[in-house]
C-alpha cells in the first residue's frame, strides 16, 4: 500500500464533488484517474493524479503514441515546446513513445486551495489543447518539429 496523505486526497474528492467530475481512487497507489475534455482532433486525454504524503502530480497521457521513425523528431518537438512552457512540462518514453505532460505540487504542511487543483487538473487539457494536434502530427511522422512549430 502507497502512502499518501489522506488530507492531501480529501483536498482532491472535494474538488472533484464539488465539479461533479467523474474519477476513480485507487486507495492502495494513491491515484486519482479522470477523463478529461481537450480541444482539436484528440478530444479527450487521461489524467491520473498521484497522492504523496507532501505532494500531489499529474501525469496526462495522450491517447497515441510516437511512431519509432519518428522520436527524434518528437523529443526535438517537446523539448522546444518545453522552453516555453511556465508550469509542467512534456516527457517522452523512449521505449514506447507514450507522450505524457507532467505537473506537479509541493503540498508540504499546507492543502492546495481550489484553485491550485483547478490549475493542475485544466493546464494540462488547455497545453494538449493547443499543441496536441500539432504534437500528434509529429508523433505519427506527418511532420517535422521545424514544420509545426513554423506554423504556430
Not at 503540498?107 to 486551495?113: A, D, N, T
Not at 500528434?136 to 517535422?144: E, F, H, I, K, N
Amino acid at each position: 500500500m502507497a502512502e499518501y496523505s489522506t488530507e492531501l486526497a480529501g483536498a482532491l474528492e472535494r474538488y472533484f464533488g464539488m465539479n461533479g467530475t467523474p474519477h476513480t481512487f485507487d486507495e492502495t497507489a494513491g491515484i486519482f484517474r479522470l477523463s478529461v475534455p481537450v480541444e482539436g482532433k484528440l478530444r479527450r486525454i487521461e489524467t491520473k493524479i498521484l497522492c504523496t504524503e507532501k505532494a500531489i502530480m499529474s501525469s496526462t497521457s495522450l491517447p497515441v503514441a510516437a511512431v519509432p521513425e519518428a522520436m527524434e523528431q518528437t523529443a526535438s518537438l517537446l523539448m522546444r515546446l518545453d522552453n516555453v512552457l511556465n508550469f509542467g512540462g512534456f516527457v517522452l518514453d523512449m521505449d514506447t513513445g507514450e507522450v505524457r505532460f507532467r505537473y506537479g505540487v509541493d503540498c508540504h504542511g499546507q492543502l492546495p486551495s481550489y484553485d491550485v487543483i483547478d490549475h493542475m487538473i485544466t493546464l494540462p487539457a488547455y497545453v494538449i489543447g493547443i499543441y496536441g494536434d500539432a504534437l500528434v502530427s509529429v508523433m505519427l511522422g506527418y511532420a517535422t518539429a521545424e514544420d509545426v512549430l513554423a506554423d504556430m
